[in-house]
Structure formats: structure tokens, C-alpha cells
């Protein structure tokens, strides 16, 4: 099951043609922030960015967007021993998502999949409590799907917010993503 989402996108690729894939153009790039709600944990910030690719005559009003997302959570406390435990947590994801985009006057809902490579690391240092440091980093790879709203903001600036959902297994996330788009 763990080969299924990869080889479902290169059977796609490799039945396309390669004409299509030539009229391919980039069509915009995205800064955004992020809350994340990561399960077992309250929310903390991220950023990312991302590039659109679109092509009407691979599938029209469809956006193919490869991103790169980061957040980083951290604790510290202090402990009566005089001691001082601290707790981290980061996520680096590489990502592959389509988008499809309905357009309603200015505005344009849409909805998305895609998947996308984790790369988890948490680490803990606590002297008191006789653990110096403790380090664990694992690489998983989970769907996603998301939901936004793209709206103007002047000339090829647009806003946009959305909520993405990443499953990954032991490490689920939503994510409230918002941001600025620039489209060529």
C-alpha cells in the first residue's frame, strides 16, 4: 500500500503525452504562514511556499503545485530540581498537490489533493531526569487534501486561505493556511 500513491502518479505521467506536458507553464507562486494543529499537540506556527504549474490541455482548471512547508515547535520548562527539560518537534515537508479551482465572480473557491514526504525529527534534552539528550527522526510520507478560497487583492496579487489536512501516520496535522499569491 506504501507504493500505491507514487506509482499512481507515475503511471499517469508516463501515459501522458509529452506534448502536454510541454504546454505546461508556471503560473503563479504562493508564500504562505500556517497554524498547525498536529495531533497530541496544541497549535503552533509554519510557513511555506509553493509554485503552480497549470496546463489546460493536460487537465483543464486543474493546478499542479510541488511545495515546500516548515514548522517548528518548541518547549521549555524549568523543573525543581533546577533543571531545565526541553522538548522540540520540526517538520520539513516536500509536497505534490492538484488544485482545482472554481471561479465565482472574483473570488475562486477550490479543492485539493495531493501527497507529500515528512520528515519528522523530535528531540528531547532533560539532565535532571538523568536523559542528556534523546533524538529520534523519521521519514513518512501521507495524503492530504484541502479546501481555500483564493480573492483578490490588486493586479496579480491575490490573498488566499485554506484548511489542509496531511495524514500521516502517528503524526496527523490540519493546518489553517493563509498567504499571498502572485499569478503570472
Known amino acids: 500500500m506504501r507504493i500505491l500513491p507514487p506509482f499512481l ?5 508516463v501515459s501522458l503525452s509529452p506534448a502536454a506536458f510541454a504546454a505546461t507553464t508556471l503560473s503563479g507562486i504562493e508564500g504562505m504562514t500556517a497554524t498547525v494543529f498536529q495531533e497530541e499537540q496544541s497549535s503552533f506556527s509554519g510557513i511555506g511556499l509553493r509554485v503552480a504549474f497549470q496546463s489546460d490541455e493536460l487537465i483543464p482548471g486543474i493546478a499542479f503545485l510541488p511545495a515546500i512547508e516548515y514548522w517548528r515547535n518548541s518547549t521549555k520548562v524549568q523543573v525543581q530540581a533546577g533543571g531545565v527539560i526541553r522538548a522540540e518537534r520540526r517538520d520539513a515537508t516536500l509536497s505534490f498537490d492538484g488544485r482545482y479551482s472554481f471561479h465565482y465572480r472574483n473570488f475562486a473557491p477550490y479543492v485539493g489533493a495531493g501527497f507529500g514526504i515528512h520528515f519528522l525529527t523530535t528531540e528531547v534534552t532533560a539532565p535532571a531526569l538523568g536523559l542528556p539528550h534523546a533524538e529520534d527522526s523519521v521519514i513518512k510520507g501521507g495524503i492530504g487534501a ?39
Do not use: C, W
Not at 502518479?9 to 505521467?13: D, M, P
Open 9 to 13: 502518479v507515475l503511471a499517469a505521467a
Open 146 to 184: 484541502q479546501l481555500g478560497l483564493l480573492f483578490p487583492l490588486g493586479g496579480k496579487l491575490r490573498n488566499f486561505v485554506e484548511l489542509k489536512y496531511h495524514h500521516v501516520t502517528d503524526f496527523r496535522q490540519l493546518k489553517l493556511n493563509m498567504g499571498i499569491s502572485y499569478g503570472f
